[in-house]
């Protein structure tokens, strides 16, 4: 396919209230894009949205509150999207979260709550949205996997779970869509966002093992969001299929591909 062109075009961002999904807003409306973004978080999002206002006034901005966690609600509010903007020619599944614990901790409620909102609800926007992408000549989806749909470290398995299942249908949706829809899978390594700081635990778990948790969370996210979406885009526009950001996801992606049943205890000992 040729580049994406960003100037006129319309794109829709999940999870655009922080981290890589606001600064892909303010790139992509910079680029000359117009945008539905969308979050549910209210007040974040008025930020944002009035932010965008402010820095690129020529471009129009739809803020949309919405919680992937209601896929009933979702339907609706997708809907509504679509009669305001019959056309999208980027659609950004950016939103997730995060929940601490072992799989013996977590329970089944926050369990499929990680899957919802990481995999389930992606499933279902592009499900919708698809048929709109498809009438624009040139459109593209770009799904927001991870490090850890790479490899899965204990105390992720609801998290690496979810990003391994996006990973897996994305490279799926790729492989049926080539020549006529650009489909990116992006695995970040330690982008600074606020996912440690919003991340749930699991109620069986001790207040020594939370507070430990999201401390080593915190610590490996030290790649600049602002630097994230740059990448993620420049991919977009070259129409690259896989996108690694940040030197912890080129090295952990090359000890997986060698030690694929191993690759946790060569991590143990190099940490």
Do not use: C, W
């Amino acid at each position: 396919m040729p580049p994406f062109r960003f100037p006129g075009s319309v794109a829709l961002v999940t999870g655009a209230a922080s981290g890589m999904g606001e600064q892909m807003a303010y790139e992509l409306a910079r680029r000359g894009t117009d945008l539905v973004i969308l979050d549910r978080d209210r007040e974040r999002l008025a930020d944002v949205e009035k932010a965008l206002h402010a820095q690129s006034p020529g471009r129009s901005v739809d803020a949309v509150v919405a919680d992937l966690s209601d896929l009933d609600a979702l339907g609706l509010v997708l809907e509504g999207v679509l009669d305001r903007h019959p056309r999208i020619d980027l659609l950004i599944n950016n939103a997730g979260i995060a929940f601490g614990g072992s799989f013996e901790q977590l329970s089944a409620k926050d369990f499929d709550s990680v899957m919802t909102i990481n995999f389930t609800a992606p499933v279902e926007i592009t499900r919708r949205l698809l048929p709109t992408l498809l009438k624009s000549p040139g459109a593209h989806i770009v799904n927001i996997s991870s490090l850890f749909g790479i490899v899965a470290p204990p105390g992720q398995s609801a998290y690496s779970s979810s990003k391994f299942a996006i990973r897996g249908f994305t490279e799926s949706l790729r492989h049926e869509l080539v020549g006529r829809v650009g489909v990116t899978s992006v695995h970040p390594g330690g982008i600074k966002t606020r996912i440690a700081e919003t991340a749930g635990t699991a109620a069986g778990a001790t207040e020594k093992e939370i507070a430990d948790g999201k401390a080593t969370f915190a610590r490996l996210l030290t790649y600049p969001a602002d630097k994230a979406a740059l990448r993620i885009l420049d991919g977009v526009e070259k129409r690259k299929g896989r996108v690694l950001i940040a030197a912890s996801a080129f090295s952990v992606d090359a000890l997986a591909r060698l030690f694929p049943s191993s690759y946790y205890a060569v991590m143990r000992r190099a940490m």
